[in-house]
Nanobody, 129 residues
């Protein structure tokens, strides 16, 4: 059983920064890929960023150049540094973990919600204009 807990959300003005963290407990594994997704009010959940076992990084076009995903397997933690935030970034942010996977992953795999089997409860990020 894997438990993921996000933290670091909050209210920030446009142009500001936030750092989200996700800590795992239970059977979390450095042999899994990790991802961040978000869901704005009235919209579907969407892929934000992902990091494979080999630490390849994947980003949605909307956040590329502004967000950075990283992982610390020893701490069972994945982080999302968010800079130059925009009101459109307002959403609940979720971290997620895949099952044990191959060392390399495709972008299609990393960006698909169906690839992930464990999800956190989410943390709210609100960006004011």
């Amino acid at each position: 059983q894997v438990q993921l807990v996000e933290s670091g959300g909050g209210l920030v003005q446009a142009g500001g920064s936030l750092r989200l963290s996700c800590v795992g407990s239970g059977r979390t594994s450095g042999e899994a890929a990790m991802g961040w997704f978000r869901q704005a009010a009235g919209k579907d959940r969407e892929f934000v960023a992902g990091i494979s076992r080999s630490s390849e990084l994947y980003y949605a076009d909307s956040v590329k150049g502004r967000f950075t995903i990283s992982r610390d397997n020893a701490k069972k933690m994945v982080s999302l540094q968010m800079n130059s935030l925009k009101p459109d970034d307002t959403a609940v942010y979720y971290c997620a973990q895949t099952p044990r996977v191959a060392f390399f992953a495709t972008r299609e795999y990393m960006a698909s919600q169906k690839s992930y089997v464990s999800w956190g409860q989410g943390t709210q990020v609100t960006v004011s204009s």
